[in-house]
């Protein structure tokens, strides 16, 4: 930034002003997560007044036309494909930054990547048009219908994971070289660097990696509802189709009115919910971490 | 300094406000419409056509269900009623002036060798008591159900012609939007679903491999539905209290004439003979 006169005679005045704008813009920042949740309570207030709160979990289905309105198989949903995903992405994106660091040649590790950034860039909706007409229509020949959970965790693992991979390799890269040189020094293996100094050294950042996936996984939509069925029941196998929170926003609240969509935003509120309980989580993680 | 610049634009930002809503202020004269929530999205496009044709109007659309255009129509509130059914008995005393004909069809994958379904079978094969092809003259398949999610104006009504409730349906996939119903039907050869014909019928003529299946002996066609006999259809219509005078009459001609057909087309509704 270039100061105009007046501001470098008085350097003191420009940082106050500074201050001043970006204590207000965090103050903003965090007025908006209020105001969301303020707005959902406020949303969802009537269907809340009038149905008890448990309803919300013990009922047997989702027929808010019919007054029921259990979200328990779409709650249990968007948790199991979320985790199902970041198994396997986790797993993938640990192996691939594991292999970027410490096996591939230099110029291979390069474009490798470039690759994954690439990967990162690609909008969801097109992971999902993707998983609907090609991966639905294999699995639908091999276990039909197709459209169902084990899709979901597929499309969603490929959505997450390179924001695993990268994270992991940052973490990786930022392990010092002394602790790298004294593993050599003391005559360990590769394995036995990677296992026992690069990996508990980047631990930090890859859980933070993994958590960050986690709730990227948990929000998204588009591509979960065109892969994976959406219909309200609970799994009994990885071949059938369900409904998580976000799809069950996403189809229904176009043409919602009363009742129903006021029970949408209740939807929306336990979502809400479940990110926020996974921020705490993360935090209270990385608190351990800086303690310990 | 920047700080000035935010401030100048903001101010800008703010008398541009005002201005707008000074100009909205002297709108004069106001059409209020309410009821169905199928017509509803199709009634706010032609409105906002019509306000650009006739400055100083203001088109007001509010959903509700047809039972509200009913009762909005009777009452005053709404100068027009917005209604996706054809009036019932006890409604006579209304006018009622056909918009557009929304149409459904049953699809298949092409490969399906089974040429009709009769109503009974629909059901069956969508309450679960058919859950294999071969019991309707198929392959040896399971059946996959592809069903609307709650809230569309074709689940309704499907619902309505069959007598079926949405928790009675046992389906395998949910959906969202037409078109990804037509992909989720051409990409699964056992799969059945119901979308707007016009939809499928586009798609169907663009080499997607799905086929509409005749419904009571009438072919699933956009022709049909313009005319009166398939089966699965109704007709959208705007309804007013008495003959319609000045504006009201206006809009209502307009939303007859050719000039929106294409507005028509683009909700896959059926455009009116022309």
């Keep these: 930034m270039i100061w105009s006169k007046r501001s470098t005679s008085s350097p003191s005045r420009a940082d106050a002003r500074l201050a001043g704008l970006c204590s207000a813009a965090a103050g903003l920042v965090a007025a908006i997560l209020l ?16 149905v008890e709160w448990l309803r919300f979990l013990t009922d047997a289905s989702w027929h ?3 007054g029921l309105f259990g979200l328990a198989p779409m709650l249990w949903a968007t948790l199991v494909s979320s985790a199902g995903a970041l198994l396997l992405a986790g797993t993938l994106g640990v192996a691939s930054a594991l292999f970027c660091r410490f096996y591939a040649p230099p110029s291979a590790s390069r474009w490798f990547r470039r690759l994954v950034a690439l990967l990162a860039g690609i909008p969801s909706v097109v992971f999902g048009f993707w998983g609907l007409t090609v991966l639905v229509p294999i699995i639908a020949s091999w276990r039909p219908p197709g459209a169902s959970l084990l899709t979901g965790i597929l499309v969603l693992t490929l959505m997450i994971l390179p924001t695993v991979a990268l994270i992991a390799d940052a973490a990786l890269a930022a392990v010092p070289e002394i602790y ?3 593993a050599a020094a003391l005559g360990m293996s590769r394995s036995g660097t990677i296992l026992g100094v690069a990996l508990p050294a980047a631990k930090g950042g890859i859980i933070a990696g993994i958590l960050l996936a986690a709730g990227r996984a948990l929000g998204e939509t588009m591509a979960v509802l065109m892969v994976s069925g959406n219909v309200v029941q609970m799994p009994h196998s990885l071949f059938d189709p369900v409904r998580t929170l976000t799809a069950n926003i996403a189809l229904e609240m176009a043409y919602a009115t009363g009742e129903h969509r006021a029970a949408l935003f209740v939807s929306g509120l336990v979502l809400t919910g479940l990110v926020i309980l996974l921020a705490m989580v993360a935090a209270r993680f990385g608190e351990v971490r800086h303690h310990g | 300094m920047r700080l000035k610049a935010l401030t100048t634009t903001l101010c800008g930002i703010l008398i541009l406000m005002l201005l707008t809503a000074s100009v909205a202020l002297a709108v004069e004269q106001k059409l209020v419409l309410t009821g169905s929530s199928t017509l509803a999205p199709l009634a706010t496009e032609i409105g906002k056509r019509f306000e650009r044709q006739n400055p100083g109007v203001r088109v007001d659309v509010q959903s509700g269900g047809s039972s509200r255009g009913i009762t909005d129509a009777r009452s005053g509130l709404a100068d027009i009623g917005l209604v996706s059914r054809a009036l019932k008995e006890e409604e006579k ?7 557009a004909r929304d149409g459904i069809g049953m699809i298949v994958h092409k490969s399906n060798p089974v040429r009709e379904l009769s109503d009974r079978q629909i059901i069956d094969i969508y309450t679960g008591k058919i859950t294999n092809w071969r019991a309707v003259g198929g392959p040896d398949q399971p059946i996959t159900v592809v069903n609307k999610a709650e809230g569309r104006s074709t689940l309704e ?9 949405n928790s009675d349906i046992k389906a395998q996939v949910v959906i969202g939007e037409n078109q990804q119903g037509i992909k989720t039907v051409a990409g699964n050869r056992n799969a059945i679903g119901y979308v707007s014909i016009g939809t499928a019928e586009y798609e169907a003529s663009q080499g997607v491999p799905i086929k509409l299946l005749p419904m009571a002996g009438v072919a699933a066609s956009v022709e049909n539905v313009r005319n009166g006999s398939f089966p699965l ?9 008495a003959e319609p005078q000045g504006l009201a009459r206006r809009f209502i001609d307009f939303s007859r004439s050719e000039s929106v057909h294409d507005l028509v087309e683009a909700q896959y509704f059926v455009p009116l003979a022309r």
């Design chain 1, 35 to 50: 105001l969301i949740v303020l707005f959902l309570l406020h949303e969802s207030r009537p269907v809340l007044q009038r």
């Design chain 2, 157 to 165: 009504l499907f619902l309505h012609h069959f007598r079926l409730k």
């Design chain 1, 180 to 182: 790298l040189r004294g």
């Design chain 1, 64 to 66: 808010p036309a019919e």
């Design chain 2, 233 to 241: 259809a109704r007709p959208l219509n705007l309804v007013t209290k």
């Design chain 2, 93 to 99: 005393d209304l006018k009622s002036f056909t918009v």
